[in-house]
C-alpha cells in the first residue's frame, strides 16, 4: 500500500501525471463506468451519457484503445456489429469509478437528475 508521504514530494511522478492526464479529459471517467458492468454498443454508450456527441465518444474510445484501457470487438453480423468493453487494465479503474461515488454522494452537493 502506498503512503501519503511517498505521495506528495518535490517532483510529480510522471507515470501518476500520465494517468491524470488521460483519466481527467472530459467524458472519459462516464465512458469507463458505463463500460464497467460489461460490453456496449456505441449507441449504448451514447444513449446513457447525456452530451456525449458522436464524433467526441470515438475519439475517446479511440484514446482508451489506444492506451489498452478499452478494447474494440468487431462482429462480422449483417450489419456488423461493434462492441466495446474494459480491458483487465481498464477493469482495475473500478476501485476509483466507487472512490469518486463515495465523495460524490458525501460532498457534491448538485441535485441528483
Given at each position: 500500500m502506498v503512503r501519503v508521504e511517498q505521495l506528495?514530494?518535490?517532483e510529480m511522478c510522471p507515470r501518476y501525471q500520465r494517468a491524470v492526464e488521460i483519466l481527467g479529459k472530459r467524458w472519459t471517467g462516464l465512458i469507463i463506468r458505463v463500460?464497467?458492468?460489461?460490453p456496449r454498443r456505441f449507441s449504448e454508450?451514447?444513449?446513457t451519457i447525456d452530451?456525449?456527441?458522436?464524433?467526441?465518444?470515438?475519439?475517446?474510445?479511440?484514446?482508451?484503445?489506444?492506451?489498452g484501457i478499452v478494447?474494440?470487438?468487431?462482429?462480422?453480423d449483417i450489419p456488423v456489429?461493434?462492441?466495446?468493453k474494459l480491458t483487465r487494465k481498464?477493469?482495475?479503474?473500478?476501485e476509483m469509478v466507487v472512490a469518486i461515488q463515495r465523495w460524490a454522494d458525501c460532498?457534491?452537493?448538485?441535485?441528483a437528475r
Open positions: 506528495v514530494g518535490e463500460l464497467l458492468p460489461g454508450i451514447t444513449g452530451g456525449l456527441s458522436d464524433r467526441l465518444l470515438s475519439q475517446r474510445l479511440k484514446e482508451l484503445e489506444s492506451c478494447a474494440r470487438r468487431v462482429y462480422p456489429r461493434i462492441e466495446y481498464g477493469r482495475e479503474l473500478q460532498w457534491e452537493t448538485t441535485p
